[in-house]
């Protein structure tokens, strides 16, 4: 499906290559229209605007969970810091500000719900099945595996899991994504659907 961009998209700050946005796209278009949506880990708000715009397409809601403080390779003197996101009072990372101007310029903000929080604490009473659960957030172990365990379990059956920066090969990225997505698929829980490029795509059976 051909997506309708409501702003220039090369101009919002994140990682993510045209046909992962593509097919996380089309797996929310097909799935969404059951559920809520879930994402973790939104920084500037460039996988939630595409993800946002099929929710907003099947009058589906998504939430956008992220403590925009900043994953570990962001933080001051790391490889991915970038210091216009950079609270200097707080002396902390801030990526908010950015992602609310982008969802506003994206015309989502009747569908997008930003949840300011970690994922274990958002986690803790959540109690709604969502449709589809994209989890892009820290690339530490801990962290992919607490957004694995927190979340993975709330995808309804016939909904989506989708798991962003997915490395077999260990020379191309860090391997927390691909050690959460090998637990998915030996869950029995899912199966697989697709890999386009570092996106993985799992259906809850
Ligand atoms: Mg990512």
Redesign the pocket.
């Known amino acids: 499906m051909t997506i309708k961009l409501p702003l220039d998209i090369s101009q919002v700050k994140g ?2 290559a045209d046909d992962e946005a593509q097919a996380l796209y089309d797996a929310a278009l097909e799935v969404s229209h059951f559920g809520p949506c879930l994402e973790i ?1 939104s920084y500037c708000g460039k996988s939630t605007i595409y993800f946002g715009l099929a929710c907003q397409q099947n009058n589906a809601v998504l939430y956008a969970l992220d403590h925009h403080r900043g994953s570990e390779e962001h933080q001051k003197g790391e490889m991915f810091h970038d210091p216009d996101l950079f609270d200097g009072q707080a002396e902390l990372m801030d990526s908010f500000r950015e992602f609310r101007t982008n969802i506003r310029a994206s015309d989502l903000e009747d569908t997008v719900i930003p949840l300011v929080s970690s994922s274990a604490i958002a986690s803790k009473q959540w109690a709604t099945p969502l449709a589809m659960v994209f989890i ?1 957030g820290g690339h530490s172990l801990d962290a992919a595996l607490c957004d694995y365990r927190s979340w993975a379990c709330h995808v309804k059956p016939g909904g989506i899991l989708a798991i ?2 997915i490395f077999p090969n260990a020379e191309d990225g860090g391997q927390a994504p691909y050690e959460i997505y090998k637990l998915a698929l030996a869950s029995g829980l899912f199966e697989k659907l697709s890999r386009v490029n570092s996106l993985g795509l799992l259906r809850r059976i």
Request: hydrophobic content about 35%.
């Open positions: 990682f993510l880990g892009d962003h920066d």
